[in-house]
């Protein structure tokens, strides 16, 4: 009993020089709020202290039961407010249907590159999307739609860029990573970065820094790349040769000429040079370098098609 006594009480004196350093203890993510959509669609409401606020995530997911791996899917830099542009734009949610696979679609991060930035900022406001998507998310989804700890990661443009920078900041936490017209090299696309971030009301600087700061260096999937190996990866690109989706964008077809040539010209150079330093360092990698196609949203379902042959198998789903 009196070992027992000093036991305790030496834990209790350690606790009590130890908790200073320690800290307050982090506040976990809480879902407030489910709604279900559709047998196969739901909403889930997630309080945040990452993010500091309510953050909804919509999940395509299998009517019935039974444990499943889940892909975290990424918009691109105007995501829509309350739908995911997966869903609004392409035919993800008859395509995943059947599929034993949950579908992770969060919702808004303009201009955020899914990432934290080092300060708020006054237009974009307070991200913390890293933390949010790779510590406070995945839990969640495991426990509210049974899944089993097995991730893929992938999206469109700047969703893929994070996507490809996530994977190596977070390796230990998804098996494949996929990127649709996305350009996973800060060195080559740092000046699109900045642009992007500025046209939209921000300050790129409060999201690494200036140029040059260690911050880019610390989210370059080109400088990080040993941490993608063993992982199954899959990037595709159009040439920005206009094909036969342009038909289809008789409403958006001057915007789709006029940004999404250049776009994808530009992105189709960085997945070329992306691919050979995969190459040079022993990395397999499943790249399709379409002959046409603009930065636009039917090649990127095209696109979502082509990949899961790789990242279904890759993850069991």
């Known amino acids: 009993m009196r070992r027992s006594f000093i036991a305790v009480s030496v834990l209790i004196f350690a606790f009590g020089i130890l908790a200073p350093w320690l800290g307050p203890a982090r506040a976990s993510a809480q879902v407030v709020g489910v709604t279900r959509m559709s047998p ?3 909403a889930v409401f997630i309080a945040s202290p990452a993010m500091g606020r309510t953050i909804q995530v919509q999940v395509l997911h299998p009517a019935g039961g039974g444990s499943r791996p ?3 899917l990424l918009d691109g830099l105007d995501p829509l407010a309350t739908q995911s542009t997966w869903t609004n734009t392409t035919d993800a949610e008859p395509f995943f249907a059947g599929k034993n696979v949950n579908v992770v679609l969060p919702m808004g991060g303009q201009a ?3 990432t934290d930035w080092d300060s708020d900022d006054p237009h974009l406001g307070h991200y913390k999307w890293e933390t949010f998507l790779t510590q406070e998310l995945p839990p969640i989804i495991n426990s509210t739609f049974s899944g089993n700890g097995v991730n893929a990661i992938g999206g469109l443009s700047m969703g893929g860029m994070a ?3 996530l994977a190596v900041r977070h390796p230990q936490l998804y098996r494949a990573v996929a990127g649709y017209s996305a350009c996973p090299d800060m060195g080559i696309a740092q000046g699109a970065v900045m642009f992007s971030v500025a046209n939209r009301g921000g300050n790129p600087g409060n999201m690494w820094g200036p140029p040059g700061s260690p911050e880019w260096a610390a989210h370059d ?3 990080l790349t040993d941490r993608l190996r063993g992982k199954t990866i899959y990037l595709s690109t159009g040439s920005g040769m206009p094909g036969p989706h342009e038909a289809q964008l008789k409403p958006q077809l001057p915007e789709a000429i006029a940004f999404g ?6 992105v189709d150079g ?3 040079a992306f ?10 990698a499943r790249v399709d370098h379409d002959a046409v196609g603009t930065h636009t949203w039917p090649y990127w379902q095209d696109a979502l098609h082509q990949s899961w042959p790789s990242l279904g198998p890759a993850i069991g789903a």
Do not use: D, Q, W
Request: proline share 9%.
């Open 40 to 42: 196969t669609r739901s």
């Open 70 to 72: 889940s892909y975290y």
């Open 112 to 114: 955020s590159y899914y």
């Open 163 to 165: 996507a490809f920078t």
């Open 221 to 223: 999937p080109a400088v």
């Open 261 to 266: 040539v250049p776009i994808e010209v530009g």
């Open 270 to 272: 960085c997945v070329t």
């Open 275 to 284: 691919e050979a330093r995969l190459r040079s360092m022993g990395i397999p």
